[in-house]
């Protein structure tokens, strides 16, 4: 079946523009994660969705960071007034859940690279 | 908090070389451990998994044993092949819910 899809690919914008990611989870997958991929911080935990609850926003780096998951699926990263230090390759994630407990077993998709100039 | 703390790289291997990656970690209560690979212009994929002490998980020839009394998580191969190189991610998960905590990464160089 289908993976994690995300989109764009590649996306390069002007310092103080906002950028819109989205990440496509497989379908049935209740857990959604996002990630930040970075030469300097490595891989780094950005927000948590898990099915009707409340997001686990603890890894937001700043205020500018947002994100929504609309029905329960897609899921869209949002950047306001991006930075230069926000050029990163970001990553969505899903998986099961069952039960209310997530197997853990996360499915990447294949990220989405900014680039702010 | 948790932590892991991953094998500095790059490595470089001959093929059919013996390969170890060293991962320890910092946790409470009774993470999951992972290994994740990321290939060339790919994006990152499940290796191998434990979810509990002693357990190995195991794919491709790759294994990996749940140390809890040395909090580690080690991956090993017998011998490497040129389609093995990448970058490695040891990663924790599930002490609380699924977010995963990951090392540095290792990156691999097989040379033929």
């Known amino acids: 079946g289908a993976g994690v899809s995300q989109s764009p690919s590649n996306k390069v914008t002007e310092k103080g523009k906002d950028v819109e990611l989205r990440c496509d989870p497989i379908?049935?997958?209740?857990?959604l994660y996002w990630y930040r991929q970075s030469l300097g911080q490595g891989l780094e935990f950005l927000i948590y969705?898990?099915?009707?609850?409340?997001?686990?926003k603890s890894g937001l780096p700043s205020d500018r960071f947002s994100a929504e998951r609309t029905g329960g699926s897609v899921s869209t990263l949002t950047i306001q007034r991006t930075q230069q230090e926000d050029s990163a390759v970001y990553l969505c994630?899903?998986?099961?859940?069952?039960?209310?407990?997530?197997?853990?077993?996360?499915?990447f998709g294949p990220g989405t690279r900014l680039t702010v100039t | 908090g948790n932590s892991v703390t991953q094998m500095e790289g790059p490595v470089t291997l001959s093929e059919e070389a013996f390969l170890t990656i060293n991962c320890t970690y910092t946790a409470t209560g009774y993470p999951s451990l992972f290994w994740y690979v990321q290939y060339p212009g790919e994006g990152l994929q499940l290796l191998l998994k434990?979810?509990?002490?002693?357990d190995k998980g195991s794919n491709k020839g790759f294994e990996a044993t749940y140390r809890k009394e040395t909090t580690s998580f080690h991956l090993e191969k017998g011998s490497v092949q040129v389609s093995d190189s990448a970058v490695y991610f040891c990663?924790?998960?599930?002490?609380?819910?699924?977010?995963?905590?990951f090392g540095q990464g290792t990156i691999l160089t097989v040379h033929p």
């Open positions: 379908s049935g997958h209740t857990a």
């Open positions: 990663a924790l998960g599930g002490t609380s819910y699924g977010k995963l905590t």
């Open positions: 994630a899903s998986s099961h859940s069952s039960a209310g407990r997530v197997t853990y077993e996360q499915y």
């Open positions: 969705f898990q099915g009707n609850s409340a997001p686990d």
């Open positions: 434990a979810t509990k002490a002693d």
